[in-house]
């Protein structure tokens, strides 16, 4: 492999953003492709990084930077990639759920999700089941994340499950949900297509369901 993807990737996972845009910018310079320079490179240090967290050998800040650094070498690719027509891997409308405010664990999860190569569609706190299915249209998205901190308001999550079937997204959206109280036995009781127990995670499940 090139050595400047080497080095994106490397600066990537060490969460130096400057390097990283300097880095995909010296790429471009050198007629690397966008697509290469994306997934040898960007995506390939996020992917290291999603591991380690799985495995607790990084914790929420490390990932907080990496995808900090992401985002700098993004801005630098995006129009290369616009007009190498590389399309992402497909749109989430992602959102913590009715009566929850919390984001932190949510925004962990777009931002991995960002790093596996989706377009990531942030409906915010608070999300009525209607704002998720308005978004999912409007987007043209593949799948709805759901996120949930409270024994209270995940139960809302089983009216986001439902929204979708009684739309015209059912069979075409799938929901996935997340967050610290849900559990693989209460995604199957309320009918969500995954459940994910960390970021990392959550972007594995949506590479699979979004196939
Ligand atoms: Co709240 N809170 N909180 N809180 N809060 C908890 C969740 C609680 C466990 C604290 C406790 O009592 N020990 C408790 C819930 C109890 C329960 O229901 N079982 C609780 C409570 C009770 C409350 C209030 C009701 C308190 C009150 O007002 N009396 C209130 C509710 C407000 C509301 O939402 N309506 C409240 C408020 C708040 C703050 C606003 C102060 C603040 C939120 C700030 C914010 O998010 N912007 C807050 C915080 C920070 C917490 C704790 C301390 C930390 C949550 C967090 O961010 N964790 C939390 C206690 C704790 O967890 N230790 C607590 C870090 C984050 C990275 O992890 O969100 O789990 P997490 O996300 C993980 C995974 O769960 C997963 O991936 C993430 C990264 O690996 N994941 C997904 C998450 N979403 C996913 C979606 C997916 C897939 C995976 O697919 C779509």
Do not use: W
């Not at 799948?143 to 308001?153: F, V």
């Amino acid at each position: 492999m090139s050595a400047v993807l080497e080095q994106i990737k490397e600066n990537l996972m060490k969460g130096k953003a400057n390097d990283v845009k300097a880095l995909v910018q010296q790429a471009l310079n050198e007629k690397i492709g966008a697509a290469d320079i994306l997934n040898k490179g960007l995506l390939a240090g996020m992917g290291v990084i999603g591991e380690r967290f799985k495995k607790n050998e990084v914790y929420v800040p490390e990932v907080l930077i990496a995808a900090r650094a992401m985002k700098s070498g993004m801005e630098i690719l995006k129009p290369a990639l616009a007009a190498a027509k590389v399309e992402p891997r497909g749109v989430v409308v992602i959102g913590t759920v009715k009566g929850d405010l919390h984001d932190i664990g949510k925004n962990l999860v777009g931002m991995m999700l960002e790093g596996g190569g989706f377009k990531v569609v942030d409906a915010g706190i608070n999300v009525e089941p209607a704002k998720f299915i308005e978004l999912a249209k409007q987007n043209n998205a593949s799948l709805i994340g759901a996120s949930a901190l409270l024994t209270t308001t995940m139960t809302n999550m089983k009216e986001v499950v439902d929204a979708v079937k009684a739309s015209e997204l059912a069979g075409k959206v799938k929901v996935m949900i997340g967050g610290a109280p849900v559990t693989q036995a209460f995604c199957d009781e309320i009918g969500a297509d995954g459940y994910a127990a960390d970021a990392a995670s959550a972007a594995d499940l949506a590479r699979k369901l979004a196939k």
